[in-house]
């Protein structure tokens, strides 16, 4: 585990090299497949398995830690010469507490269903220790814009894990996929006896489980 | 009293803050490979939590309600965990080194511990009062070392028997706590 973590740090020889697209290309690509937070990292566990019953959760998850990935690494890099090493964590902390403070705002005005749905789980963005990796791994030693496609693409593989898991249980619990209201489809067999295990949570520790076995086994992930 | 008793028995067991509101994954799957590792982190976790949700109701009740201004309690409370668990570490150090010697890197690593914050949350969202807090950490905190306690006694088994390859490790951790949650599950009748 040790060394996958040290891949995903930025290495110092690609900072300050011309070849500005590729870099951020690269960056972002990285955050998908080669160092996904959930699958390779195992990090942000907590909401993961929490916000994966329906959905809709995991899409509003996504996109709040999409939201507050992307802007603590855009201030820390920014603010990265400035802050002085003794105190960045705290410093790190307040920076993504704020973000977390705006991001729960926005869903109780704007999306209340899902910000009820959600609970404390949102509040608790703040402490995925996936933002405050990031930020101290890459955010603090590097420039906005490869910082900016490091948010995204971190985000958008933690993002496409949720969708990943919160499909499994969704539709072998539920016997059906809706997605804010709209239905996708209906098993007739499953729909009138669903499931109801992979809702609950010791469905989404089996689901994860599971997953990542079969990725090890065909190859998507090494073995420990 | 018997409302007392029920947050503590709901906080510890039937909604047990591992295995069925996920919070504390992380120590939980990392540090429940060795018993005596999880004994001394359940401890710390414990001891952190009492004290937060303490001092976080207080904050809470007297200072954030009264001024209206609740929407800043993500930030206040994260610095008030921040704080408190440096100065229960210098306060460890100074007074009993074995047991500081014994909690070693666990301490620092709490700040980031999602079961602190999460009831320090639950508190604040249930608008419960100082002592019922009181109760509702110590049960979240005994809930959590009881966890950590049976997970590692399973894995230290686990790591000798012999798992598919693709299984080893995290796999086959996060179907063993499926199998825990289900049977966890079993005590929602309780109240």
């Given amino acids: 585990m040790e060394n996958k973590i040290d891949n995903c740090e930025n290495c110092d020889n690609c900072v300050g090299k011309q070849n500005f697209g590729k870099e951020f290309w690269k960056e972002f690509v990285k955050g998908i497949i080669l160092c996904n937070p959930v699958f390779v990292l195992a990090l942000g566990l907590c909401p993961t398995l929490a916000v994966t019953g329906t959905i809709d959760n995991a899409l509003g998850m996504g996109a709040g830690v999409i939201f507050v990935l992307l802007g603590s690494n855009i201030i820390i890099s920014l603010m990265r010469n400035i802050i002085p090493d003794l105190v960045r964590i705290p410093v790190f902390i307040v920076v993504i507490a704020t973000f977390v403070t705006i991001l729960s705002l926005l869903f109780e005005a704007y999306i209340p269903l899902l910000y009820e749905s959600l609970g404390i789980y949102l509040s608790l963005v703040v402490v995925n220790c996936i933002i405050l990796g990031r930020a101290e791994v890459f955010a603090s030693k590097n420039g906005m814009f490869l ?47 669903p499931l109801g295990f992979f809702v609950s949570p010791p469905g989404a520790f089996l689901v994860i489980g599971v997953l990542l076995a079969v990725f090890r086994w065909i190859g998507v992930l090494d073995n420990e | 009293m018997n409302n007392l008793i029920s947050i503590f028995i709901l906080m510890a067991i039937v909604n047990n803050i591992v295995l069925a509101k996920f919070l504390g994954l992380c120590p939980f799957f990392g540090v429940s490979k060795k018993l005596s590792n999880a004994l001394s982190m359940g401890l710390a976790v414990t001891l952190v939590m009492l004290i937060a949700s303490i001092s976080t109701t207080v904050i809470y009740n007297y200072l954030l309600v009264p001024f209206q201004v609740e929407f800043m309690r993500i930030v206040l409370y994260i610095l008030v965990i921040a704080s408190l668990v440096q100065m229960v570490e210098l306060a460890i150090k100074r007074t009993n080194v074995a047991l500081y010697n014994s909690l070693g890197i666990y301490l620092p690593l709490i700040t980031t511990n999602c079961a602190v914050l999460g009831v320090a949350l639950i508190n604040s969202t249930e608008n419960y009062t100082i002592l019922q807090s009181t109760v509702s950490a110590l049960g979240g905190g005994v809930g959590f070392s009881l966890v950590l306690i049976i997970m590692s006694g399973i894995r230290e088994k686990l790591e000798l028997s012999e798992a598919p390859e693709s299984m080893e490790g995290l796999p086959i951790a996060f179907i063993t706590a499926a199998m825990l949650a289900l049977a966890f599950l079993g005590f929602r009748g309780m109240i």
């Fill in chain 1, 147 to 193: 910082s900016i496609a490091d948010a995204l693409g971190i985000g958008l593989g933690f993002t496409i894990a949720l969708i990943m898991i919160s499909l499994f249980r969704e539709i072998l619990g539920t016997g059906a996929l809706s997605i804010f209201g709209f239905q996708l489809f209906n098993i007739p067999g499953l729909s009138s006896n």
